[in-house]
């Protein structure tokens, strides 16, 4: 199960409206035991894909390290990983599946000119995405 | 041969059984990420090609240093230096 604070849900939403029509991405920061995903704060990151910045996002390995360090001095790690889906449903695509690791969070936001729609949270298990429940 | 500390992100920690930290011996960054996958299988292909070349997006820091600006794969290991690895964090709808 993910834990999602309303304010960081907030964020995160304002965050992907704002940057439709084009992919957006990030990092969830927070403690995760026993399957429990604490998340306490979102972390915004660029998307180094410009070429398919509608439909692919390669995160900025440069703000991964920044936020993965400022984890660190607060006591927390990198739980997850978000980014948008737009005008597309907020389900795992094959490149999402491809290039995911297990042990840490997929959120997924779906978004279309219409604003922001579903939130769905998956994690990937012998190569396969499981969702998980996720509560704001 | 030097004694380094390599840290491991989150999404690497399912090749290291849960491991945030790990020593290894090497002169070099290259013998440090070779030490790493003999002992954890899985872990040296999400850091490196199939022609044993960082991956792109991978970023590997020794201290504060980014070894993209440095030797590569030859960077050499201080004693008791840190290295950092990144992983490559990518996707995208259908």
Redesign the interface.
Known sequence: MLHLPREELGTLRDWVRSGYPNETCGLLLGRQENGLVEVRRVDRARNLNRERARDRYQLDPLDYLESERRASAEGMEVVGIWHSHPDHPARPSESDRSAAYEGVSYLIVSVSAQGVGELRSWRLRDEVFEEEELRA | MSHATVRI??????FTGGA?ELRVDGRTVGEAMAELGRAHAGLLE?ILDARGELRP???L?VGEDDVRHLDGLDTAVAEGAVI?I?????????
């Open positions: 992100p989150t999404p690497l920690r399912s945030d999400r997006f991978v970023r820091f950092c990144v992983p490559a964090v990518a996707g995208g709808r259908p």
